[in-house]
């Protein structure tokens, strides 16, 4: 009642002052739709979904599995791509960064692997282990594994690039990833060390951490203990 008797005084004086009824009119409907829009408005933000965002990095199909442990949390889940146009810009080409990452060193004698990370070429990482062997330095899993058993060391060819990526706590995740991969296949040898286990990485098949590497042309012959 109060409102149509404030809407009656805004009328009178608008055609007081040569304003025509029909534009008044018009006015009133105006001012009426906007103020049930700005309701709705406000209706329409009470219901929207607030649960908190959590962004993953995609790096696979596999990164899916895990998230789809959160349906039931109230969170949603986003991801981001590691291939931005940034990076593509920026990213060294040079070969030891190229070829650094998450590695497998196999035996020559039993072919129990070794797993071991770089952030160099993985050849030299290759020629520091021979190093430790033949100067009798049990400084690596790998060396220890090979001169307490008397145990043929393999070629270069032996060492592979199984998982591309930089230094940092991305490659440390990684690579206790693939030793709890390996060690449960029985692949390991014994003189690895092993992290705690960690349930999230059983969601994860070695198939899809899989990289091909290309191997130098200049390949050393298999070497032995001495």
Same mark, same amino acid.
């Given at each position: ?7 009656? &005084? ?29 309701? +709705?408005?406000?209706?329409? %933000? ?9 962004? @993953? !990095? ?9 998230? %789809?442990? @959160? ?8 991801? #981001? ?10 990213? /060294? *080409?040079?070969?030891? +960064? ?8 196999? $035996?020559?004698?039993? *072919? ?9 070429? &993985? ?12 100067? /009798? ?26 998982? #591309? $990526? ?5 490659? %440390? !995740? ?15 040898? !014994?003189? +690895? +060390?092993?992290?705690? *286990? ?13 990289? !091909? ?10 070497? *032995? %203990?001495?």
């Amino acid at each position: 009642m109060e409102k149509d008797k404030e809407w009656n &005084i805004i009328i009178n004086t608008a055609m007081s002052n040569g304003f025509s009824a029909t534009r008044i009119k018009q006015l009133l409907i105006h001012m009426t739709d906007q103020r049930r829009h700005n309701l +709705q408005k406000v209706e329409n %933000n009470k219901n929207i979904d607030k649960r908190p965002w959590i962004t @993953f !990095t995609y790096y696979g199909h596999y990164i899916r599995k895990i998230t %789809n442990m @959160f349906k039931k949390v109230q969170i949603k889940i986003a991801f #981001r791509t590691t291939n931005t146009i940034f990076q593509i810009l920026t990213r /060294n *080409h040079d070969d030891n +960064q190229v070829n650094s990452g998450i590695y497998s060193l196999t $035996c020559g004698t039993c *072919h129990g692997v070794y797993i071991g990370q770089t952030g160099r070429s &993985i050849y030299t990482r290759y020629k520091e282990h021979i190093r430790y062997i033949r100067n /009798n330095n049990p400084q690596s899993g790998y060396s220890l594994h090979i001169l307490n058993n008397k145990h043929d060391f393999g070629p270069q060819t032996t060492i592979k690039l199984i998982k #591309r $990526c930089t230094k940092g706590k991305l490659m %440390n !995740t990684w690579e206790a990833m693939l030793i709890q991969k390996y060690h449960g296949i029985s692949r390991l040898i !014994t003189e +690895q +060390q092993k992290p705690d *286990h960690n349930p999230l990485y059983d969601l994860v098949s070695l198939t899809d951490t899989s990289e !091909t590497s290309e191997q130098q042309q200049d390949t050393p012959q298999a070497g *032995h %203990n001495t």
